[in-house]
């Protein structure tokens, strides 16, 4: 087995929290599937037999009551984190260390890509990496796509990412939080590395590949709370700084500089050489950047890449915006996004004389009455569409009942939802369970359960 | 003083040869050499002689200018492609029917074919005079199929050891070398005829007859077949290429180059099932035909095909890697990550080489037997060698294996096949490991030592060093010779597209020698002062060429002309079988674009040559340089003329047979 895939669904959806008070995060459908249900299609297209799932623990039984594993047809290992901690995402890999042998693969549950593994993990194989990340070009349309119950735009935090374009090495990732005005490149750096792209329009995607040492080297710094925040930049950040003593394993040195635990266990026994390592690097004819005196890599011995996806579809449905989006592209997108997958839930078209579009997907018993507009929108499991409904960029989920001649346009509608008779909602989010009045007018609103909200 | 030693051994090496040819005449004997190209089955002591006459024969022939005596019943195919320098003579039982002759009078077809030069060789007979007779008794036959042929027998000799004793080693191996020396000198001539004749396709149509026949020999008759289906599964492909190609035009390039792709593999399944087909129909064969493939598919281009350097078409040509991994699976995978990686390394040149290709590759080996468990109900030694083979079939498709790989394969799986099957798996597998730690350490590190102090010795102070690009054994030699004290100094000769010669110049200035870097292109002007020209080689042949990065065989004769020795550090274990005598017949092809990327300054002239018609780009990999140019090959078991190759594996084989 090449690589080990780590699924991170602990996620809190802290920038939808509207919607993740009833559901879990990983749970809330994209196109009438949980949304997990894409990057674990994606990894058994790629040939991974089973992977390794973290919820937080309040989730474990909505999860395994989705019956995702037999979705996919995989064998899950579903990890749950204990609630009472607000774990990072180092943390949960902290916590599933034992379960690792070998590389691994890690996703958030949140990505919908149509992107090919391959291509990141040839990268990675080519220049025996330490870490590799994919990154993505922003699509505009998905960020500034209007999220339905919010005033004002949610401020988009910019990763900058430097990158040597034609080698694909990272020079720095960081969060533009982490710079103040500029953004300091160190001079050494640049003469080794003399082109340079700094990136402000790149996405980190969560999908990181990742070497059996680095976890090891992640386990023993316990202060790392979270990968893409603190592992990440600090790898990247390390990848050049060698040891004082030259000759020597300089991750000895880098490790120590982190933590002075005792130098017998460090990262040098994790990562591993090999035997013939100093007779292969001396035999390689291969020919360095021309003009420096240094070995192959620059000796670098920790080496970070990252793949920037030229074209193609990556969408990280992790704002209220980008999950409304994503939901409004996926019956376009379906095939690229999915290989060709059938649908785990038939969206079948209902027989009435309701007008639907290809642009929209209905679930299994959904009733529709008739006069019924649908246009963009994916209506979920079991939902009562009573007559002369008009439904416009919504998403409604399960068990969901609108009454008749209601209109809604770009409404998000939690599962057992209900819109009394004739009510217009524009830009509303429904919460799970909650009632809309009849005739209510309503727009730009959040329609929750107050205590609820606060008990989270 | 070093050359005229030198000249000496040579000299009495040369004396000793002719006078073991003279007494060479038992030839092979053995029934179990069946391979799929070749016979030798030969009871008697006269075939050598018979075959050596034979070849003088086919000499005689060919020099009549094409006109056979059709009393004779040879055939020649003088429309064969300049790249299959095939020779077919024939001599049948006179019991036999004779052969109805046929004439191609269809000129256009003639001069297409040959114009095209679309006869793709299969890889087997790629190369080769094929002998074809039958003495007085009907069994005795031999077919030679040329050089290949020669070096195959010997390999499959040495395997068969109950059979062939090592007297009788040694006879086939002079046999082998007196036909090398006799078949060269017919191939050339055939070589030059084939050439003029596909140069000027149209003079010569009118003239060409091919004479068929219904021959009774199955063999024959099936290259014949196969030639002609993939010939018409080229001529099909162009056609249906052609047409493609102008309803594509206006479509993307990018678009293009995946269809391209798609339709290299299109192209070579047609000539397989083509291959099949007529394999099947064989018994009525004689009748010209071939079911006409229909393949409309406009997707279909054959620019890649269409972009092959005429001459160089039967080779594997290079494709990107892209579509390599594209099916692999991430995880549980039948490949070891460690090849995958390996593979991707080799073929994006982070591993490059010969020697640090052997080394990653039997540390990956390495890593693999480490992680191996014998599958239940199976034999370790067959079972592992079987995955092995696989792994190499991949590693071959990611880049031509090196012979040094090659060959370290071949150790490898011959300590893996004499394994007592009683043993068990940790036992075997810890043999395995220390197997593989003795082959790195005594063939390539410490061999590598000896190279670079026997080096030493022919380092002189004032010495003026030239060498070629990188080599990792002449670099250690002279990073050796520097520490030693001596005083002398390095060119580093260099050239497009990759530029090695920077990383032998890093490594020299590091160690602080006195370095001038040049390009190929002033290596005349350079040569007036250097004393000695030091050249790294990728593998020595059987026959003493030298095959080495190219442009080595350009250094050497400028070498000659200026009377400068040129001495060549190899590693024994990278000596080959192998009998070639040009570059053309067996290369590597390396990326095309690499030779258009890096073009200052306007990097975008050539960004679309796929499109120029008129436009070929070959960028080669290796040549030959023969063994007249060499002064003499510096090995770890001493300083050898390039003839003795044959000498020193027969050596190694038969040690490794006694083992």
């Given at each position: 087995m090449e690589f080990q895939a780590v699924v991170m669904a602990a996620g809190r959806g802290s920038r939808m929290t509207e919607l993740t008070t009833g559901c879990p995060k990983c749970l809330l459908p994209v196109g009438n599937v949980p949304m997990i249900w894409y990057p674990l299609n994606l990894l058994k297209r790629n040939g991974f037999q089973e992977a390794i799932v973290i919820v937080p623990e309040m989730?474990?039984?909505?999860?395994?009551?989705?019956?995702?594993?037999?979705?996919?047809?995989?064998?899950?290992?579903?990890?749950?984190?204990?609630?009472?901690?607000?774990?990072?995402?180092?943390?949960?890999?902290?916590?599933?260390?034992?379960?690792?042998?070998?590389?691994?693969?890690?996703?958030?549950?949140?990505?919908?890509?149509?992107?090919?593994?391959?291509?990141?993990?040839?990268?990675?194989?080519?220049?025996?990496?330490?870490?590799?990340?994919?990154?993505?070009?922003?699509?505009?349309?998905?960020?500034?796509?209007?999220?339905?119950?919010?005033k004002g735009k949610h401020k988009r935090v910019?990763?900058?990412?430097?990158?040597?374009?034609?080698?694909?090495?990272?020079?720095?990732?960081?969060?533009?939080?982490?710079?103040?005005?500029?953004?300091?490149?160190?001079?050494?750096?640049?003469?080794?590395?003399?082109?340079?792209?700094?990136?402000?329009?790149?996405?980190?995607?969560?999908?990181?590949?990742?070497?059996?040492?680095?976890?090891?080297?992640?386990?023993?710094?316990?202060?790392?709370?979270?990968?893409?925040?603190?592992?990440?930049?600090?790898?990247?950040?390390?990848?050049?700084?060698?040891?004082?003593?030259?000759?020597?394993?300089?991750?000895?040195?880098?490790?120590?500089?982190?933590?002075?635990?005792?130098?017998?266990?460090?990262?040098?026994?994790?990562?591993?050489?090999?035997?013939?390592?100093?007779?292969?690097?001396?035999?390689?004819?291969?020919?360095?950047?021309?003009?420096?005196?240094?070995?192959?890599?620059?000796?670098d011995q920790v080496r970070c890449y990252g793949y920037i996806m030229k074209d193609g579809l990556c969408v990280r449905a992790n704002t209220l915006g980008s999950y409304a989006e994503v939901n409004r592209l996926i019956p376009k997108i379906w095939d690229s996004v999915t290989g060709n997958s059938e649908r785990p839930i038939s969206a079948s078209l209902s027989r009435s004389k309701s007008q639907g579009g290809d642009d929209s997907m209905i679930g299994e018993g959904t009733n529709i009455a008739d006069k019924v507009t649908i246009k963009k929108s994916i209506i979920g499991n079991h939902c009562q569409l009573k007559e002369k409904v008009k439904l416009l960029n919504c998403v409604i989920m399960d068990h969901v009942t609108v009454e008749e001649g209601s209109t809604l346009q770009s409404c998000i509608l939690c599962s057992n939802a209900f819109v009394g008779k004739g009510s217009e909602l524009k830009d509303c989010i429904v919460g799970q369970q909650q009632r809309v009045m009849d005739l209510s007018k309503l727009s730009n609103d959040v329609i929750l359960e107050i205590e609820k909200f606060i008990e989270i | 003083m070093d050359k005229l030693k030198l000249g000496g051994n040579q000299g009495s090496a040369n004396k000793k040869k002719r006078n073991r040819r003279a007494k060479s005449s038992n030839f092979i004997e053995n029934d179990h050499m069946k391979g799929p190209n070749f016979k030798v089955v030969d009871k008697t002591s006269e075939s050598s002689t018979q075959a050596s006459n034979m070849c003088s024969r086919v000499?005689?022939?060919?020099?009549?200018?094409?006109?056979?005596?059709?009393?004779?019943?040879?055939?020649?195919?003088?429309?064969?492609?300049?790249?299959?320098?095939?020779?077919?003579?024939?001599?049948?039982?006179?019991?036999?029917?004779?052969?109805?002759?046929?004439?191609?009078?269809?000129?256009?077809?003639?001069?297409?074919?040959?114009?095209?030069?679309?006869?793709?060789?299969?890889?087997?007979?790629?190369?080769?005079?094929?002998l074809d007779s039958s003495g007085q008794a009907s069994e005795e036959k031999i077919v030679v199929s040329g050089l290949e042929a020669i070096k195959t027998a010997k390999t499959k000799v040495y395997d068969h050891q109950t059979l062939v004793k090592a007297e009788n080693l040694l006879k086939s191996t002079e046999l082998a070398d007196s036909l090398t020396g006799t078949l060269k000198s017919s191939i050339m001539s055939t070589h030059e005829a084939l050439k003029e004749e596909s140069w000027a396709p149209c003079t010569g149509a009118g003239k060409q007859q091919r004479l068929d026949s219904r021959a009774s020999n199955e063999e024959g008759q099936k290259t014949k077949a196969q030639l002609k289906a993939e010939r018409k599964a080229a001529f099909e492909a162009k056609r249906v290429a052609e047409v493609a190609d102008k309803r594509m035009s206006d479509k993307q390039t990018q678009q293009k180059s995946k269809a391209t792709l798609r339709a290299e593999r299109r192209a070579v399944q047609e000539a397989q099932r083509a291959a099949k087909e007529v394999s099947k129909n064989e018994k009525s064969a004689g009748v010209k035909k071939v079911h006409k493939k229909t393949s409309d598919d406009p997707r279909v281009s054959q620019q890649e095909v269409?972009?092959?350097?005429?001459?160089?078409?039967?080779?594997?040509?290079?494709?990107?890697?892209?579509?390599?991994?594209?099916?692999?699976?991430?995880?549980?995978?039948?490949?070891?990550?460690?090849i995958i990686g390996l593979g991707l390394q080799i073929s994006q040149g982070v591993v490059r080489g010969s020697n640090a290709r052997c080394v990653a590759l039997l540390t990956a080996l390495k890593e693999i037997i480490q992680d191996y468990i014998t599958p239940p109900h199976k034999e370790l030694s067959r079972d592992l060698e079987a995955k092995i083979r696989n792994y190499m079939n991949f590693l071959n498709q990611c880049r031509p294996v090196a012979v040094s790989?090659?060959?370290?394969?071949?150790?490898?799986?011959?300590?893996?096949?004499?394994?007592?099957?009683?043993?068990?798996?940790?036992?075997?597998?810890?043999?395995?490991?220390?197997?593989?730690?003795?082959?790195?350490?005594?063939?390539?590190?410490?061999?590598?030592?000896?190279?670079?102090?026997?080096?030493?010795?022919?380092?002189?102070?004032?010495?003026?060093?030239?060498?070629?690009?990188?080599?990792?054994?002449?670099?250690?030699?002279l990073c050796d010779a520097y520490d030693e004290g001596k005083n002398f100094r390095v060119v580093v000769v260099d050239a497009r597209p990759r530029l090695d010669g920077r990383e032998m110049l890093r490594c020299l200035v590091k160690k602080g020698i006195q370095c001038s870097y040049v390009l190929i292109n002033a290596v005349p002007y350079i040569m007036q002062e250097v004393t000695k020209v030091m050249l790294g080689a990728h593998s020595l042949q059987a026959n003493g060429y030298v095959m080495s990065r190219v442009g080595c065989s350009q250094i050497a004769l400028i070498a000659r002309a200026y009377n400068v020795p040129v001495l060549v550090c190899c590693e024994t274990y990278k000596f080959s079988e192998h009998v070639h005598t040009d570059s053309i017949v067996y290369n590597e092809l390396a990326d095309p674009n690499e030779l258009v990327t890096e073009l200052p300054p306007n990097k975008q002239t050539l960004e679309n040559w796929q499109d120029i018609p008129s436009l070929y780009l070959l960028n080669l990999e290796y040549d030959l340089t023969p063994p007249d140019l060499v002064a003499m090959v510096i090995t770890d078991i001493g300083n050898l003329p390039c003839t003795s190759v044959p000498v020193v594996l027969r050596v190694k084989h038969a040690g490794s047979q006694e083992v």
């Open positions: 989730a474990k039984n909505e999860v395994s009551e989705a019956r995702i594993d037999t979705k996919v047809d995989m064998k899950l290992d579903i990890v749950t984190i204990p609630s009472s901690e607000d774990w990072g995402t180092a943390e949960s890999i902290r916590y599933i260390k034992d379960k690792i042998k070998v590389d691994v693969l890690i996703i958030s549950c949140d990505l919908i890509t149509d992107f090919e593994l391959h291509q990141l993990a040839d990268v990675y194989r080519t220049h025996s990496a330490s870490l590799a990340m994919l990154l993505a070009p922003v699509s505009l349309s998905l960020v500034n796509a209007p999220a339905p119950g919010q910019r990763d900058i990412v430097g990158i040597e374009s034609h080698t694909g090495r990272l020079m720095f990732v960081n969060s533009e939080a982490d710079f103040e005005e500029n953004v300091p490149l160190r001079k050494f750096i640049l003469t080794r590395h003399p082109v340079v792209q700094v990136h402000s329009d790149l996405m980190d995607a969560h999908l990181y590949l990742m070497s059996k040492w680095l976890v090891d080297y992640l386990v023993e710094n316990e202060n790392i709370t979270t990968i893409k925040g603190e592992l990440l930049p600090s790898v990247v950040k390390k990848q050049f700084y060698h040891s004082k003593t030259e000759g020597k394993n300089d991750i000895t040195n880098m490790k120590a500089s982190v933590t002075s635990v005792d130098p017998k266990k460090d990262i040098h026994s994790h990562k591993k050489t090999g035997e013939w390592y100093d007779l292969l690097s001396e035999l390689s004819t291969r020919s360095n950047q021309w003009g420096s005196l240094d070995d192959c890599y620059h000796g | 000499q005689n022939e060919q020099s009549k200018d094409n006109k056979l005596a059709p009393a004779e019943e040879s055939t020649i195919n003088p429309n064969l492609s300049e790249s299959q320098y095939t020779l077919k003579h024939k001599k049948r039982k006179s019991k036999k029917k004779k052969s109805p002759i046929r004439t191609v009078t269809d000129k256009e077809e003639v001069s297409m074919l040959s114009a095209d030069g679309d006869i793709q060789l299969s890889k087997k007979n790629g190369f080769g005079i094929n269409r972009k092959k350097v005429r001459l160089f078409r039967h080779l594997p040509q290079y494709h990107h890697n892209y579509l390599l991994t594209r099916n692999l699976r991430l995880a549980g995978s039948d490949l070891h990550p460690s790989m090659a060959n370290a394969v071949k150790h490898l799986t011959r300590f893996i096949t004499k394994m007592p099957s009683n043993i068990n798996d940790s036992e075997a597998k810890l043999r395995l490991c220390e197997q593989i730690d003795t082959f790195i350490k005594e063939e390539i590190k410490l061999a590598k030592q000896a190279i670079s102090q026997n080096a030493g010795e022919n380092i002189r102070n004032h010495d003026v060093v030239l060498t070629y690009t990188c080599s990792s054994s002449v670099k250690g030699a």
